[in-house]
């Protein structure tokens, strides 16, 4: 790595602090000889964004980060950077909320998306009742990397967590059409004929990266039901290209192995993107 990546973490409201905290921790464990290739910045303006390399979104309250974001200008940067240059973001929680391209449960005129992910999620899935809990996660893309251990089971908190229901599937503008029909249901603005580079630069699928096991199951045996639909299921880490997104918080563990293996993730993306205009110039 030649020049230093400058990862941002939007700090509007939430947890951004908890990021910070484990990516410097995080970096030291991949960069041990050269930590300083990483530069970490908490980011509220429109100028702060545009140094920026890579973001997480953390989690917190997305109508709370949303409003003051487009108070700060930063709701149409925001989407450049995520949906057009494709800039490696990660969004935890009520950040993978802002990712979706379609949330369910919105307040009434009180949310606007920045998408980039085909998805939609379903806003505290998991109810009042049990609004926060714990379950080890079975997380198979942390065996396959290398660097950050072996094993596949990571700590799982959530806190009024969302899940994705469903991945759009994108036909030109239906599906914006369909998904506006929802009741409490708001979608990203669409960039398909507005910004056909920005379609074109969300071309990869959405991947499943996580589910939570059990619950549809538990359910079934107390009696209850669900409304499930084909592709519906606990999921709760996705990624198409490079936007990632996950329900649970890894920042408010101790752990920093999916902000390791995420920093090694936009590493390689950084380089390409690089690499790319580049070739450019
Ligand atoms: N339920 C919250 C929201 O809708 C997200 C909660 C969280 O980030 N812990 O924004």
Request: charged content about 25%.
């Amino acid at each position: 790595m030649s020049t230093a990546i400058t990862v941002g973490v939007l700090a509007l409201q939430g947890a951004f602090y908890e990021h910070l905290k484990l990516l410097n921790l995080a970096a030291t464990q991949i960069s041990p000889n050269v930590p300083s290739n990483w530069r970490f910045l908490e980011v509220r303006t429109p100028g702060e964004l545009d140094i920026c390399d890579a973001l997480i979104i953390p989690g917190g309250e997305s109508t709370a980060i949303s409003l003051v974001a487009a108070r700060s200008g930063l709701l149409e940067p925001l989407r450049d950077f995520v949906k057009l240059y494709r800039k490696p973001t990660w969004g935890t929680c009520a950040g993978l909320i802002l990712l979706a391209e379609s949330a369910n449960r919105t307040k009434q005129g009180g949310q606007e998306l920045i998408g980039g992910l085909d998805v939609r999620v379903n806003r505290n899935h998991f109810g009042r009742q049990t609004e926060s809990f714990q379950a080890s996660l079975d997380l198979p893309f942390l065996r396959e990397s290398g660097a950050v251990g072996s094993s596949s089971s990571f700590p799982g908190v959530f806190i009024r967590a969302p899940v994705v229901e469903k991945i759009l599937l994108f036909v030109e503008e239906d599906v914006q059409v369909e998904e506006q029909k929802r009741e409490a249901t708001v979608v990203a603005p669409s960039r398909h004929t507005k910004d056909p580079a920005a379609r074109k630069a969300m071309s990869d699928h959405v991947e499943v990266l996580g589910k939570l096991p059990g619950r549809a199951a538990r359910l079934a045996d107390k009696g209850l039901s669900i409304e499930t639909e084909e592709e519906a299921g606990d999921i709760v880490a996705v990624r198409q290209g490079n936007v990632f997104g996950t329900s649970f918080h890894p920042e408010l563990t101790e752990n920093p192995r999916i902000h390791a293996w995420w920093l090694q993730q936009v590493e390689d993306a950084v380089s390409k993107l690089r690499e790319a205009v580049h070739q450019t110039e």
